[in-house]
């Protein structure tokens, strides 16, 4: 059975950085597009990154510049770099899987299939 865990989220300070991760059992990433989402209080969710099968990178205009995603297949994870971090980073930080590949690339959470329970990252001073 596929299960994602999200974890290094954390308390942060403006400026600082955290860097998150994405593991999975029950299947291989390495094949698939993984996107990374995250919701504020109060706010709808919204994409943040993504890595295509080939390795592929896409980011939200807000995070471009500040932000990394990239994938280690011998571990089966795969991470989101953030530095910079700002106020308005803050939120439940989430990854999925695009089994299509149709998706993940527009950083539409609506195409994505499954998900891990999020880690929470708070950037405040």
Known sequence: ????????????QPGGSLRLSCAASGLSLA????????QAPGMEREGVSCIGKTD???YADSV??????FRDN?????????????????????????????????LRDGGMHKWGKGTLVTVSS
């Not at 059975?1 to 942060?12: A, I, T």
């Not at 094949?31 to 995250?38: A, N, P, Q, T, V």
């Open 64 to 69: 471009q510049g500040r932000f990394t995603t």
């Open 74 to 106: 011998a571990k089966n994870t795969v991470y989101l770099q953030m530095s910079s971090l700002k106020p308005e980073d803050t939120g439940v930080y989430y990854c999925a899987v695009d089994y299509y590949g149709t998706a993940c690339h527009l």
């Open 56 to 58: 592929s990178t896409y």
């Open 1 to 12: 059975q596929l299960q994602l865990v999200e974890s290094g989220g954390g308390l942060v």
């Open 31 to 38: 094949y698939y597009s993984i996107g990374w989402f995250r």
